[in-house]
Nanobody, 123 residues
Framework: QVQLVESGGGLVQAGGSLRLSCAAS????????MGWFRQAPGKEREFVAA????????YYADSVKGRFTISRDNAKNTVYLQLNSLKAEDTAVYYC????????????????WGQGTQVTVSS
């Protein structure tokens, strides 16, 4: 049973930083892509970033490129999302997701999801 558990969300002022963590368990993730998505109130879920577990290739949405960094720690089976230069429009629930296969920006292609962690940016 795959489990993804996010942590690290919170309230931060605009311009501040947060680091989100996603602890993954339940299987070996070598063939997996790990993604971060977010959903703001009244809006559709959107892709934020993804990383191939094997090789570490990364992908970013244009809206976060240069501000957010996705990384993984193989020894801890954990994926991180470093959020810098936060803006009010980054306010959302952030979800970690796992897909057994190549990277996709479509959340519907992901097999497993965490419960989400709230990020609130005050302006």
């Amino acid at each position: 049973q795959v489990q993804l558990v996010e942590s690290g969300g919170g309230l931060v002022q605009a311009g501040g930083s947060l680091r989100l963590s996603c602890a993954a368990s339940g299987r070996t993730f070598n063939s997996y892509t790990m993604g971060w998505f977010r959903q703001a109130p009244g809006k559709e879920r959107e892709f934020v970033a993804a990383i191939r577990w094997s090789g570490g290739r990364t992908y970013y949405a244009d809206s976060v490129k240069g501000r957010f960094t996705i990384s993984r720690d193989n020894a801890k089976n954990t994926v991180y999302l470093q959020l810098n230069s936060l803006k009010a429009e980054d306010t959302a629930v952030y979800y970690c997701a796992a897909r057994n296969g190549l990277t996709s920006l479509d959340g519907g292609q992901y097999d497993y999801w965490g419960q989400g962690t709230q990020v609130t940016v005050s302006s």
